[in-house]
Protein backbone atom coordinates (compact mmCIF):
# COMPACT_ATOMS: atom_id res chain seq x y z
CA UNK A 1 0.00 0.00 0.00
CA UNK A 2 1.96 3.03 -0.86
CA UNK A 3 -0.54 5.45 1.29
CA UNK A 4 -3.03 4.77 3.85
CA UNK A 5 -5.55 6.51 5.96
CA UNK A 6 -6.38 6.66 9.28
CA UNK A 7 -10.36 7.03 9.99
CA UNK A 8 -11.25 8.60 13.29
CA UNK A 9 -14.93 8.45 14.93
CA UNK A 10 -15.37 10.26 17.79
CA UNK A 11 -18.67 8.43 20.04
CA UNK A 12 -19.66 11.94 21.88
CA UNK A 13 -23.57 10.76 22.18
CA UNK A 14 -24.16 12.42 25.28
CA UNK A 15 -27.51 14.31 25.78
CA UNK A 16 -27.83 17.61 25.26
CA UNK A 17 -26.70 18.84 28.86
CA UNK A 18 -23.61 17.36 28.37
CA UNK A 19 -22.39 19.49 25.51
CA UNK A 20 -21.56 22.10 28.08
CA UNK A 21 -18.79 19.69 29.89
CA UNK A 22 -15.38 19.36 28.45
CA UNK A 23 -14.84 18.21 25.32
CA UNK A 24 -14.26 15.67 24.81
CA UNK A 25 -16.63 13.93 27.61
CA UNK A 26 -16.01 10.18 27.23
CA UNK A 27 -13.27 7.80 25.14
CA UNK A 28 -12.23 7.97 21.74
CA UNK A 29 -12.21 5.53 19.37
CA UNK A 30 -10.15 5.91 16.27
CA UNK A 31 -10.81 3.07 13.76
CA UNK A 32 -8.02 1.88 11.87
CA UNK A 33 -9.23 0.03 8.52
CA UNK A 34 -5.96 -2.37 8.13
CA UNK A 35 -4.95 -5.06 10.30
CA UNK A 36 -2.75 -4.67 13.59
CA UNK A 37 0.72 -4.78 13.03
CA UNK A 38 1.23 -3.05 9.62
CA UNK A 39 2.24 0.94 8.82
CA UNK A 40 -0.94 2.43 9.22
CA UNK A 41 -1.38 0.53 13.54
CA UNK A 42 1.76 1.82 14.16
CA UNK A 43 0.80 5.15 13.16
CA UNK A 44 -2.76 4.91 14.64
CA UNK A 45 -1.08 4.03 17.66
CA UNK A 46 1.71 7.10 17.95
CA UNK A 47 -1.37 9.56 16.78
CA UNK A 48 -3.86 8.09 19.52
CA UNK A 49 -1.18 8.71 22.37
CA UNK A 50 -0.71 12.06 21.47
CA UNK A 51 -4.38 12.65 21.56
CA UNK A 52 -5.24 11.07 24.69
CA UNK A 53 -2.61 13.11 26.80
CA UNK A 54 -3.50 16.03 24.58
CA UNK A 55 -7.23 15.79 25.12
CA UNK A 56 -7.43 13.91 28.58
CA UNK A 57 -9.42 10.87 27.56
CA UNK A 58 -8.48 7.13 26.61
CA UNK A 59 -7.89 6.47 22.68
CA UNK A 60 -9.00 3.27 22.41
CA UNK A 61 -7.59 1.82 18.67
CA UNK A 62 -10.32 -0.30 16.69
CA UNK A 63 -8.56 -2.35 13.88
CA UNK A 64 -11.14 -3.05 11.49
CA UNK A 65 -9.15 -4.74 8.07
CA UNK A 66 -10.89 -6.11 4.97
CA UNK A 67 -12.06 -5.01 1.54
CA UNK A 68 -8.85 -2.54 1.07
CA UNK A 69 -10.42 -0.18 3.97
CA UNK A 70 -13.99 -0.28 2.77
CA UNK A 71 -14.81 -2.25 5.97
CA UNK A 72 -13.75 0.06 8.73
CA UNK A 73 -14.79 3.33 6.37
CA UNK A 74 -18.30 1.84 6.91
CA UNK A 75 -17.94 1.78 10.43
CA UNK A 76 -16.47 5.76 10.12
CA UNK A 77 -19.25 6.31 7.97
CA UNK A 78 -23.03 4.54 9.98
CA UNK A 79 -21.52 5.44 13.71
CA UNK A 80 -22.40 8.87 14.46
CA UNK A 81 -20.87 12.36 14.87
CA UNK A 82 -17.96 11.43 12.21
CA UNK A 83 -13.96 13.30 10.96
CA UNK A 84 -11.49 11.55 9.36
CA UNK A 85 -8.37 12.35 8.72
CA UNK A 86 -7.89 12.64 5.50
CA UNK A 87 -10.44 14.07 2.21
CA UNK A 88 -9.31 11.69 -0.38
CA UNK A 89 -10.67 8.48 1.16
CA UNK A 90 -14.21 9.69 0.41
CA UNK A 91 -13.95 10.14 -2.94
CA UNK A 92 -12.52 6.27 -3.41
CA UNK A 93 -14.68 5.16 -0.76
CA UNK A 94 -17.92 6.18 -1.12
CA UNK A 95 -19.27 4.27 -3.96
CA UNK A 96 -18.84 0.83 -1.73
CA UNK A 97 -20.16 2.37 1.40
CA UNK A 98 -23.09 0.20 2.88
CA UNK A 99 -25.15 3.76 3.84
CA UNK A 100 -26.85 6.59 1.83
CA UNK A 101 -25.57 9.48 -0.06
CA UNK A 102 -27.24 11.74 3.18
CA UNK A 103 -25.26 9.55 5.44
CA UNK A 104 -22.03 10.54 3.93
CA UNK A 105 -22.60 14.04 3.57
CA UNK A 106 -21.97 14.27 7.53
CA UNK A 107 -18.71 13.02 7.25
CA UNK A 108 -15.95 15.55 7.42
CA UNK A 109 -12.81 16.16 6.24
CA UNK A 110 -10.07 16.24 9.36
CA UNK A 111 -6.73 16.71 8.49
CA UNK A 112 -3.77 14.52 5.99
CA UNK A 113 -2.88 11.12 7.10
CA UNK A 114 0.63 9.73 6.85
CA UNK A 115 1.90 8.28 3.75
CA UNK A 116 4.18 5.19 3.63
CA UNK A 117 7.96 5.29 1.98
CA UNK A 118 8.68 4.41 -0.96
CA UNK A 119 12.21 2.99 -0.10
CA UNK A 120 14.66 3.55 2.13
CA UNK A 121 16.17 7.11 1.33
CA UNK A 122 14.48 7.72 -2.05
CA UNK A 123 12.66 11.27 -2.17
CA UNK A 124 8.81 11.04 -1.95
CA UNK A 125 8.23 14.33 -4.04
CA UNK A 126 8.47 13.69 -8.44
CA UNK A 127 10.34 16.34 -8.62
CA UNK A 128 13.24 15.46 -6.66
CA UNK A 129 14.09 12.30 -9.01
CA UNK A 130 16.03 12.51 -11.62
CA UNK A 131 15.21 9.55 -13.10
CA UNK A 132 11.53 9.21 -14.65
CA UNK A 133 9.43 5.57 -13.64
CA UNK A 134 7.11 5.44 -16.92
CA UNK A 135 3.43 4.49 -15.35
CA UNK A 136 0.57 3.32 -17.13
CA UNK A 137 -2.97 3.80 -15.20
CA UNK A 138 -3.83 0.52 -12.98
CA UNK A 139 -7.28 -0.21 -14.15
CA UNK A 140 -10.07 -0.15 -11.08
CA UNK A 141 -10.62 -3.88 -9.52
CA UNK A 142 -13.49 -5.56 -8.11
CA UNK A 143 -13.90 -4.88 -4.21
CA UNK A 144 -14.75 -8.45 -3.10
CA UNK A 145 -11.98 -10.85 -2.78
CA UNK A 146 -13.74 -13.85 -5.31
CA UNK A 147 -13.98 -10.80 -8.16
CA UNK A 148 -10.41 -9.88 -7.64
CA UNK A 149 -9.34 -13.54 -8.06
CA UNK A 150 -11.46 -13.64 -10.90
CA UNK A 151 -10.15 -10.86 -12.68
CA UNK A 152 -6.35 -12.49 -11.88
CA UNK A 153 -7.65 -15.34 -13.65
CA UNK A 154 -9.42 -14.17 -16.29
CA UNK A 155 -5.66 -12.89 -16.93
CA UNK A 156 -4.25 -16.08 -16.96
CA UNK A 157 -6.22 -17.38 -19.64
CA UNK A 158 -8.94 -19.37 -18.00
CA UNK A 159 -11.87 -19.97 -20.16
CA UNK A 160 -15.54 -22.10 -19.48
CA UNK A 161 -14.58 -25.95 -19.09
CA UNK A 162 -11.03 -25.42 -17.81
CA UNK A 163 -9.88 -26.80 -14.58
CA UNK A 164 -8.65 -25.39 -11.70
CA UNK A 165 -6.39 -26.74 -8.96
CA UNK A 166 -6.49 -24.73 -5.42
CA UNK A 167 -3.03 -26.75 -3.85
CA UNK A 168 -3.84 -25.69 -0.10
CA UNK A 169 -2.12 -26.64 3.42
CA UNK A 170 -2.94 -26.57 6.75
CA UNK A 171 -1.96 -22.72 6.62
CA UNK A 172 -3.60 -21.76 3.71
CA UNK A 173 -5.59 -18.73 3.81
CA UNK A 174 -9.45 -20.32 3.55
CA UNK A 175 -10.36 -17.25 1.90
CA UNK A 176 -8.31 -17.32 -1.04
CA UNK A 177 -9.15 -21.10 -1.65
CA UNK A 178 -12.87 -19.88 -1.49
CA UNK A 179 -11.71 -17.05 -3.44
CA UNK A 180 -10.53 -19.61 -6.27
CA UNK A 181 -13.43 -21.25 -6.72
CA UNK A 182 -15.29 -18.22 -6.50
CA UNK A 183 -13.28 -16.99 -9.44
CA UNK A 184 -13.20 -20.23 -11.61
CA UNK A 185 -17.39 -20.53 -11.26
CA UNK A 186 -17.41 -17.09 -12.47
CA UNK A 187 -15.66 -18.00 -15.34
CA UNK A 188 -17.14 -21.16 -16.37
CA UNK A 189 -14.25 -23.13 -15.31
CA UNK A 190 -14.14 -26.62 -12.99
CA UNK A 191 -12.41 -25.94 -9.59
CA UNK A 192 -11.07 -28.47 -7.07
CA UNK A 193 -8.91 -28.45 -4.06
CA UNK A 194 -5.46 -30.46 -3.06
CA UNK A 195 -4.89 -30.18 0.51
CA UNK A 196 -1.74 -31.43 2.00
CA UNK A 197 -0.32 -32.22 5.59
CA UNK A 198 2.97 -29.29 6.60
CA UNK A 199 5.25 -32.00 6.85
CA UNK A 200 4.54 -32.75 3.53
CA UNK A 201 7.47 -33.10 1.31
CA UNK A 202 9.33 -34.17 -1.78
CA UNK A 203 9.67 -37.65 -1.05
CA UNK A 204 5.63 -37.44 -1.46
CA UNK A 205 6.26 -35.00 -4.73
CA UNK A 206 5.20 -37.78 -7.40
CA UNK A 207 1.37 -38.44 -5.60
CA UNK A 208 0.72 -34.70 -5.50
CA UNK A 209 2.22 -34.15 -9.14
CA UNK A 210 0.21 -37.53 -10.30
CA UNK A 211 -3.15 -35.59 -8.74
CA UNK A 212 -2.41 -32.10 -10.09
CA UNK A 213 -1.40 -33.41 -13.91
CA UNK A 214 -4.58 -32.30 -16.36
CA UNK A 215 -5.32 -29.34 -14.58
CA UNK A 216 -4.88 -26.23 -16.74
CA UNK A 217 -3.58 -23.99 -14.06
CA UNK A 218 -3.01 -24.84 -10.51
CA UNK A 219 -3.25 -21.94 -8.23
CA UNK A 220 -0.31 -22.52 -5.21
CA UNK A 221 -1.84 -20.97 -1.86
CA UNK A 222 0.48 -23.67 -0.06
CA UNK A 223 1.90 -21.50 3.23
CA UNK A 224 4.69 -24.07 3.76
CA UNK A 225 6.91 -24.85 0.70
CA UNK A 226 6.59 -23.08 -2.60
CA UNK A 227 5.16 -25.88 -4.57
CA UNK A 228 8.37 -28.66 -5.39
CA UNK A 229 10.12 -24.83 -6.27
CA UNK A 230 13.60 -25.99 -8.15
CA UNK A 231 12.32 -29.85 -7.83
CA UNK A 232 12.51 -32.38 -10.58
CA UNK A 233 8.75 -32.92 -9.97
CA UNK A 234 7.64 -29.77 -10.61
CA UNK A 235 9.28 -29.74 -13.96
CA UNK A 236 7.45 -32.97 -15.15
CA UNK A 237 4.54 -31.23 -14.05
CA UNK A 238 5.44 -27.67 -15.87
CA UNK A 239 5.97 -30.14 -19.27
CA UNK A 240 2.68 -31.59 -19.22
CA UNK A 241 1.65 -27.73 -20.06
CA UNK A 242 0.23 -27.41 -16.84
CA UNK A 243 1.22 -23.75 -15.56
CA UNK A 244 1.52 -22.53 -11.49
CA UNK A 245 0.67 -19.24 -10.19
CA UNK A 246 1.33 -18.79 -6.87
CA UNK A 247 -0.15 -17.02 -4.57
CA UNK A 248 1.40 -15.97 -0.79
CA UNK A 249 0.66 -11.96 -0.30
CA UNK A 250 -1.80 -10.62 1.84
CA UNK A 251 -5.39 -9.08 0.18
CA UNK A 252 -3.66 -5.36 0.43
CA UNK A 253 -0.35 -6.61 -1.80
CA UNK A 254 -2.30 -8.59 -4.43
CA UNK A 255 -4.22 -5.17 -4.72
CA UNK A 256 -1.39 -3.07 -4.49
CA UNK A 257 0.63 -4.86 -7.02
CA UNK A 258 -1.94 -6.17 -8.71
CA UNK A 259 -0.68 -7.23 -12.85
CA UNK A 260 -0.93 -4.54 -15.27
CA UNK A 261 0.48 -3.40 -18.53
CA UNK A 262 3.22 -1.75 -17.89
CA UNK A 263 4.69 -3.89 -15.36
CA UNK A 264 4.32 -6.80 -18.47
CA UNK A 265 5.77 -4.40 -20.98
CA UNK A 266 8.89 -3.62 -18.68
CA UNK A 267 9.75 -7.47 -17.63
CA UNK A 268 9.48 -8.67 -21.39
CA UNK A 269 11.32 -5.90 -22.66
CA UNK A 270 14.53 -6.55 -19.78
CA UNK A 271 13.83 -10.06 -20.70
CA UNK A 272 14.99 -9.66 -24.38
CA UNK A 273 17.52 -7.85 -23.38
CA UNK A 274 19.11 -9.72 -21.22
CA UNK A 275 18.21 -12.97 -23.14
CA UNK A 276 20.63 -11.14 -26.08
CA UNK A 277 23.72 -11.32 -23.69
CA UNK A 278 26.47 -13.62 -23.10
CA UNK A 279 28.21 -12.36 -19.93
CA UNK A 280 26.94 -10.51 -16.59
CA UNK A 281 28.93 -8.38 -14.82
CA UNK A 282 27.84 -6.82 -11.49
CA UNK A 283 29.43 -3.95 -9.49
CA UNK A 284 28.94 -1.33 -6.57
CA UNK A 285 30.38 1.22 -4.93
CA UNK A 286 30.90 -1.21 -1.78
CA UNK A 287 33.29 -3.52 -3.41
CA UNK A 288 31.35 -5.47 -5.58
CA UNK A 289 32.91 -6.96 -9.04
CA UNK A 290 31.58 -9.94 -10.28
CA UNK A 291 31.46 -11.88 -13.22
CA UNK A 292 29.37 -14.75 -14.21
CA UNK A 293 28.95 -16.18 -18.06
CA UNK A 294 24.96 -16.36 -19.29
CA UNK A 295 25.76 -18.43 -22.67
CA UNK A 296 22.81 -19.53 -24.12
CA UNK A 297 20.72 -19.97 -20.57
CA UNK A 298 17.01 -18.79 -20.67
CA UNK A 299 15.49 -15.72 -18.99
CA UNK A 300 12.19 -16.32 -17.15
CA UNK A 301 10.26 -13.42 -16.58
CA UNK A 302 7.83 -12.83 -13.67
CA UNK A 303 4.87 -10.27 -14.11
CA UNK A 304 2.44 -11.82 -12.13
CA UNK A 305 0.54 -13.50 -14.90
CA UNK A 306 0.40 -17.08 -15.74
CA UNK A 307 -0.92 -17.76 -19.14
CA UNK A 308 1.24 -19.26 -21.29
CA UNK A 309 1.32 -23.61 -20.94
CA UNK A 310 3.99 -24.50 -18.84
CA UNK A 311 4.53 -21.46 -17.22
CA UNK A 312 4.89 -21.06 -13.21
CA UNK A 313 4.27 -17.33 -12.11
CA UNK A 314 3.99 -15.68 -8.96
CA UNK A 315 1.10 -12.78 -8.17
CA UNK A 316 3.04 -10.40 -6.05
CA UNK A 317 5.28 -8.09 -8.68
CA UNK A 318 7.35 -8.10 -11.34
CA UNK A 319 11.13 -9.07 -11.75
CA UNK A 320 13.42 -11.30 -14.42
CA UNK A 321 16.20 -13.45 -14.17
CA UNK A 322 18.35 -16.09 -15.92
CA UNK A 323 21.00 -18.64 -14.59
CA UNK A 324 24.87 -18.40 -14.95
CA UNK A 325 26.52 -21.02 -16.19
CA UNK A 326 27.76 -23.48 -14.22
CA UNK A 327 31.46 -22.66 -12.70
CA UNK A 328 31.49 -19.55 -14.31
CA UNK A 329 31.19 -16.66 -11.53
CA UNK A 330 34.24 -15.13 -10.13
CA UNK A 331 34.60 -11.82 -8.34
CA UNK A 332 33.58 -10.35 -5.03
CA UNK A 333 30.43 -9.52 -4.13
CA UNK A 334 29.75 -7.32 -1.09
CA UNK A 335 26.39 -7.29 0.77
CA UNK A 336 25.94 -3.49 1.87
CA UNK A 337 24.37 -1.96 4.49
CA UNK A 338 20.62 -1.70 3.77
CA UNK A 339 20.21 -4.93 1.59
CA UNK A 340 18.20 -7.78 2.00
CA UNK A 341 19.43 -11.34 2.89
CA UNK A 342 15.83 -13.31 2.09
CA UNK A 343 15.47 -16.36 3.89
CA UNK A 344 17.16 -14.61 6.78
CA UNK A 345 14.83 -11.53 6.27
CA UNK A 346 17.39 -9.14 7.25
CA UNK A 347 18.30 -5.76 5.99
CA UNK A 348 22.57 -6.02 6.20
CA UNK A 349 23.73 -4.08 9.05
CA UNK A 350 27.07 -4.08 8.17
CA UNK A 351 29.14 -5.32 5.16
CA UNK A 352 29.65 -8.75 4.19
CA UNK A 353 32.10 -9.49 1.52
CA UNK A 354 31.76 -12.51 -0.37
CA UNK A 355 34.46 -14.37 -2.55
CA UNK A 356 33.22 -16.13 -5.83
CA UNK A 357 35.70 -18.41 -7.08
CA UNK A 358 35.08 -21.18 -10.01
CA UNK A 359 31.47 -20.91 -9.15
CA UNK A 360 31.42 -21.12 -5.61
CA UNK A 361 31.52 -19.30 -2.43
CA UNK A 362 35.10 -19.58 -0.89
CA UNK A 363 34.84 -16.94 2.05
CA UNK A 364 32.77 -14.73 3.60
CA UNK A 365 33.60 -12.22 5.85
CA UNK A 366 32.18 -9.57 7.88
CA UNK A 367 30.59 -9.11 11.03
CA UNK A 368 26.89 -10.79 12.56
CA UNK A 369 25.36 -10.84 8.99
CA UNK A 370 28.41 -13.17 7.84
CA UNK A 371 28.16 -15.19 10.72
CA UNK A 372 24.13 -15.81 10.36
CA UNK A 373 24.77 -16.08 6.51
CA UNK A 374 27.56 -18.53 6.61
CA UNK A 375 25.87 -20.53 9.30
CA UNK A 376 22.91 -20.75 7.07
CA UNK A 377 24.69 -22.06 3.98
CA UNK A 378 26.00 -24.93 6.11
CA UNK A 379 23.13 -26.24 7.34
CA UNK A 380 22.07 -26.69 4.16
CA UNK A 381 24.39 -29.88 4.02
CA UNK A 382 24.51 -29.02 0.23
CA UNK A 383 27.96 -28.20 -1.46
CA UNK A 384 25.52 -26.35 -3.77
CA UNK A 385 24.46 -24.26 -1.62
CA UNK A 386 27.46 -21.97 -2.27
CA UNK A 387 26.99 -21.84 -5.91
CA UNK A 388 25.23 -18.63 -7.71
CA UNK A 389 21.92 -20.06 -8.50
CA UNK A 390 19.97 -16.76 -10.59
CA UNK A 391 20.79 -13.07 -10.72
CA UNK A 392 18.70 -10.95 -12.67
CA UNK A 393 16.70 -7.53 -11.49
CA UNK A 394 13.20 -5.92 -9.91
CA UNK A 395 10.62 -4.18 -12.48
CA UNK A 396 7.74 -3.23 -10.26
CA UNK A 397 7.50 0.38 -9.51
CA UNK A 398 5.20 -0.19 -6.60
CA UNK A 399 7.08 -2.72 -4.53
CA UNK A 400 8.23 -0.73 -1.49
CA UNK A 401 12.02 -1.28 -0.22
CA UNK A 402 10.82 -0.82 3.30
CA UNK A 403 8.00 -3.35 3.17
CA UNK A 404 10.13 -6.20 5.14
CA UNK A 405 10.45 -4.02 7.57
CA UNK A 406 7.06 -2.62 8.15
CA UNK A 407 5.08 -5.00 6.98
CA UNK A 408 6.93 -8.59 7.36
CA UNK A 409 6.36 -12.02 6.06
CA UNK A 410 4.63 -12.55 3.26
CA UNK A 411 4.87 -9.26 2.10
CA UNK A 412 8.24 -7.83 2.47
CA UNK A 413 10.12 -10.55 0.56
CA UNK A 414 7.92 -10.66 -2.40
CA UNK A 415 8.21 -6.92 -2.24
CA UNK A 416 12.22 -6.31 -1.71
CA UNK A 417 12.58 -9.33 -5.33
CA UNK A 418 10.42 -6.97 -7.33
CA UNK A 419 12.01 -3.65 -6.25
CA UNK A 420 12.24 -1.93 -9.09
CA UNK A 421 15.79 -1.30 -10.54
CA UNK A 422 17.50 -3.79 -7.54
CA UNK A 423 19.75 -6.32 -8.42
CA UNK A 424 19.55 -9.96 -6.85
CA UNK A 425 22.12 -12.43 -7.12
CA UNK A 426 20.55 -16.27 -5.11
CA UNK A 427 22.85 -18.76 -4.37
CA UNK A 428 21.93 -22.45 -4.24
CA UNK A 429 18.92 -24.81 -6.23
CA UNK A 430 18.12 -23.87 -9.73
CA UNK A 431 16.51 -26.99 -11.59
CA UNK A 432 13.82 -26.05 -13.29
CA UNK A 433 14.60 -22.81 -14.78
CA UNK A 434 17.50 -23.76 -16.64
CA UNK A 435 20.54 -24.77 -14.07
CA UNK A 436 21.49 -27.78 -12.65
CA UNK A 437 21.50 -27.40 -8.87
CA UNK A 438 18.71 -29.47 -8.33
CA UNK A 439 16.65 -29.68 -4.32
CA UNK A 440 17.91 -31.74 -1.86
CA UNK A 441 15.56 -32.16 1.04
CA UNK A 442 16.05 -28.74 3.17
CA UNK A 443 15.53 -25.57 0.73
CA UNK A 444 18.70 -24.46 -0.14
CA UNK A 445 18.28 -21.52 -2.25
CA UNK A 446 18.78 -17.99 -0.68
CA UNK A 447 18.35 -14.38 -2.42
CA UNK A 448 20.28 -11.62 -1.82
CA UNK A 449 19.20 -8.45 -3.11
CA UNK A 450 20.99 -5.15 -3.65
CA UNK A 451 19.56 -1.99 -3.53
CA UNK A 452 22.74 0.48 -5.27
CA UNK A 453 24.71 -1.70 -7.36
CA UNK A 454 25.23 -1.56 -11.31
CA UNK A 455 23.63 -4.38 -13.87
CA UNK A 456 25.95 -4.97 -16.82
CA UNK A 457 25.19 -7.25 -19.75
CA UNK A 458 27.83 -7.65 -21.98
CA UNK A 459 29.22 -4.03 -22.94
CA UNK A 460 25.74 -2.44 -21.82
CA UNK A 461 25.13 -0.74 -18.44
CA UNK A 462 21.26 -1.97 -17.61
CA UNK A 463 21.16 -0.69 -14.20
CA UNK A 464 23.49 1.92 -12.60
CA UNK A 465 23.47 2.32 -8.92
CA UNK A 466 19.76 1.37 -9.11
CA UNK A 467 18.21 3.41 -11.86
CA UNK A 468 17.61 1.87 -14.91
CA UNK A 469 19.73 3.33 -18.07
CA UNK A 470 17.63 1.70 -21.32
CA UNK A 471 14.35 3.82 -22.08
CA UNK A 472 12.28 0.82 -22.50
CA UNK A 473 12.86 -0.56 -18.77
CA UNK A 474 11.63 2.63 -17.43
Known amino acids: MSAFRLLVVFLLFAPAVA ?21 ADTVARAVGNRLSEAL ?20 VVVVGPTFRLTPAEEERLVPFLQCSAQTISHVWPLAAGSREPSGLG ?32 RLCGIRPGDTVFAYTDGRTNPQYAAAVFSAASDLGADAMQLTVPLNW ?72 LLAAGK ?5 SDAGTDLWMDKGDHRVVAQDGIADQPGAWDNWAGAFLYT ?23 RYAQDPVRITVEEGRITTVEGGLDAV ?19 IGWGCDHRAAWSSLSANGVPDGPMDI ?58
Open 56 to 75: GQPVIIDNRGGASGIIGSDI
Open 323 to 345: TPVYGSARGTFVIDRGDVILSLN
Open 279 to 283: AIRVT
Open 122 to 153: RPERQEEVDHVVQTAPVPSLPVDLGGLFREEL
Open 201 to 272: NDTKADRVIERLRGADLVVDLAGNPVLFLYSAALTRLLETGTRVLKVLGTEAMLRRVFPTSETRRRADAGAK
Open 19 to 39: LAQAFPAKPIRMVVPYAAGGS
Open 372 to 390: LLEEWLATRNDSDAYCPAH
Open 417 to 474: RAAYGNTQIAFGANYGIGGQNQLRGVLSHIDIVCRAASFFVDDLVVVDHGKFIPEELR
